[in-house]
């Protein structure tokens, strides 16, 4: 199975900075990389597939990057609504395995 | 508008079995592959099973293989999981969720069910 392995845990950051969640893959997944952001109580929703592709609706302060094994999420501009958990995905090969989240906090 | 409509989760005791059901609707169901993901209490996301848009391709976790079973009814728009052998550790938020083959990603989510194997 691969491997998903997201840094940071947990973060906390102010309205209008820049965040930066990594994900790194146990082997090479090519782009077969999702971001979901999950708020709480509710359902994830997906924000980037294909490592850098922005899903249609998501804010463009949200950016994917990286192939490979080595991804990165970014928020340009930390907004009060982007309050979450942040998982990324592999869709490289079954079983499609999760990273352990990262949950962004507000300061 | 696309919906996914999880019903059929409650408590029931180890060794017991219950099934999940998803009704679709606001897409056409017959055409998308789905999939079953479940959160236990405070924990991360857990990809469960696979079934394509015919049911001609199925595929588990290890963790459920066995015990659990895929299913969908494309007359009914509904996708269906069966759990037997329940296990403390299948406490969790089952979500439906559609897979979207141009973009390799669960695109739409049900807001989940929860499965509560205590006795």
């Known amino acids: 199975d691969i491997q998903m392995t997201q840094s940071p845990s947990s973060l906390s950051a102010s309205v209008g900075d820049r965040v930066t969640i990594t994900c790194r893959a146990s082997q090479s997944i090519s782009s077969f990389l999702n971001w979901y952001q999950q708020k709480p109580g509710k359902a994830p929703k997906v924000l980037i597939y294909a490592a850098s592709s922005l899903q249609s609706g998501v804010p463009s302060r949200f950016s994917g990057s990286g192939s490979g094994t080595d991804f990165t999420l970014t928020i340009s501009s930390l907004q009060p609504e982007d309050l979450a958990t942040y998982y990324c995905q592999q869709s490289y090969s079954t079983p499609w395995t999760f990273g352990q989240g990262t949950k962004v906090e507000i300061k | 508008e696309v919906q996914l409509v999880e019903s059929g989760g409650g408590l029931v005791q180890p060794g017991g079995s219950l099934r999940l059901s998803c009704a679709a609707s606001g897409f056409t169901f017959s055409t998308y592959s789905m999939n079953w993901v479940r959160q236990a209490p405070g924990k991360g996301l857990e990809w469960i099973s696979y079934i394509s848009s015919t049911s001609s391709t199925i595929y588990y976790a290890d963790s459920v293989k066995g015990r659990f079973t895929i299913s969908r009814d494309n007359a009914k728009n509904s996708l269906y999981l069966q759990m037997n052998t329940l296990r403390a550790e299948d406490t969790a938020v089952y979500y439906c969720?559609?897979?979207?083959?141009?973009?390799?990603?669960?695109?739409?989510w049900g807001q989940g069910t929860l499965v509560t194997v205590s006795s």
């Open positions: 969720a559609r897979y979207f083959g141009s973009t390799y990603s669960l695109d739409y």
